[in-house]
């Protein structure tokens, strides 16, 4: 079955470490997204990429960083130069702008 | 710059019809959809309309759009404890990005 996966599901990070949260994809998506999800708040676009090798910022895009050097995936590192990173990170993946996206289930980040 | 508003909260009971409502305010958004999230999961795609559209109905799920007011609704016909979950309403203008709704947390009493 085709799919977005995300890990690990849970990730915990020491004050001060860069951490990378894994997103890849089997749908053929060219369209790749990270959004982060506080309570409340809705969602946030951190990065999107919408080809390989080629990468955008979002919103909130201080304190993290993407690479997309192939086509299913799209990982994202949290710097330590993120403050506030506790929070629940969503990946997603679109073949085009209208059709909506395909959501992974998620990595909850917390920092300890 | 460009938003999405929804009410946090709608508590209804089982059997009855359940209502979740949207404002947007991007007069260019092309396509608006809703999105269900169960907790600890991803968004799941419910259904989608395009903005030339007035009324789209898909099984229990009927969206209402209008365009004059940039309103736009879910209604959830013979709501389910199942059905309890956070909505989301999101409305694209024709780029890659999407701009979510805060989400609307449905409670189904039994």
């Known amino acids: 079955d085709g799919g977005i996966t995300q890990s690990p599901k849970y990730l915990f990070r020491k004050e001060g470490q860069n951490v990378t949260l894994s997103c890849e994809q089997n749908l053929n998506h060219d369209a790749m997204y990270w959004y982060r999800q506080d309570p409340g708040q809705g969602l946030r676009l951190i990065y999107y990429?919408?080809?390989?090798?080629?990468?955008q910022k979002g919103d909130i895009a201080e304190g993290y960083s993407v690479s997309r050097e192939k086509k299913e995936s799209f990982p994202l590192t949290v710097t330590s130069a993120q403050k506030n990173p506790t929070a629940f990170y969503l990946c997603?993946?679109?073949?085009?702008?209208?059709?909506?996206?395909?959501f992974g289930s998620g990595t909850r980040l917390t920092v300890v | 710059g460009e938003d999405v508003e929804q009410s946090l909260f709608l508590s209804v009971r089982e059997g009855d019809s359940s209502v979740i409502n949207c404002t947007y305010t991007d007069s260019s958004s092309t396509y608006l959809y809703w999105y269900k999230q169960e907790p600890g999961a991803g968004l799941q795609l419910l259904t989608y309309i395009f903005s030339n559209m007035d009324m789209k109905q898909d099984q229990r799920l009927t969206v209402l759009l209008n365009k004059k007011d940039k309103h736009l609704s879910l209604r959830i016909a013979d709501t389910q404890t199942g059905d309890s979950a956070i909505y989301f309403c999101a409305a694209a203008s024709g780029t890659y990005k999407y701009i979510f709704g805060t989400g609307t947390r449905l409670k189904v009493l039994a």
């Open positions: 997603a993946s679109s073949i085009d702008s209208n059709y909506g996206y395909t």
């Open positions: 990429s919408q080809i390989v090798n080629d990468f």
